[in-house]
């Protein structure tokens, strides 16, 4: 069974920093990449940052130049580094692994393999 943890959300100020972190344990497929998506208020799930197993990374572009993402495949961890936090980066973030990324998905649905259960990201202005 494969079980993906979050940690790291909390409440920070706007301008600030935080890291998330998730670690997979169980057999996840070679061809997996890790990433994160973030609930909107529609209740759906919109894809942050993720990065695939030989270390290319991908954006959203409002989060560019502000968030990056790495991997650390010896721990099975892969981490968010989110900098210069704005109030629409708020949300629950979600740790993901598929091998096929969606833009837009129902959270913790069938359109992606592998979910967390999901860490909270607040801001305060």
């Known amino acids: 069974e494969v079980k993906l943890v979050e940690s790291g959300g909390g409440s920070v100020q706007a301008g600030g920093s935080l890291t998330l972190s998730c670690t997979a344990s169980?057999?996840?497929?070679?061809?997996?990449?890790m990433g994160w998506y973030r609930q909107t208020p529609e209740n759906l799930c919109e894809l942050v940052s993720r990065i695939t197993k030989d270390g290319r990374t991908f954006n959203e572009d409002s989060v560019k130049g502000r968030f990056t993402i790495s991997r650390d495949n010896a721990k099975s961890t892969v981490y968010l580094h989110m900098n210069n936090l704005k109030s629409e980066d708020a949300g629950l973030y979600y740790c993901?692994?598929?091998?096929?990324?969606?833009?837009?998905?129902?959270?913790?649905?069938?359109?992606?393999?592998?979910w967390g259960e999901g860490t909270l990201v607040t801001i305060s202005s």
């Open positions: 169980g057999t996840i497929d070679d061809d997996s990449g």
């Open positions: 993901v692994a598929d091998s096929v990324w969606l833009g837009r998905t129902e959270c913790r649905g069938g359109g992606m393999k592998y």
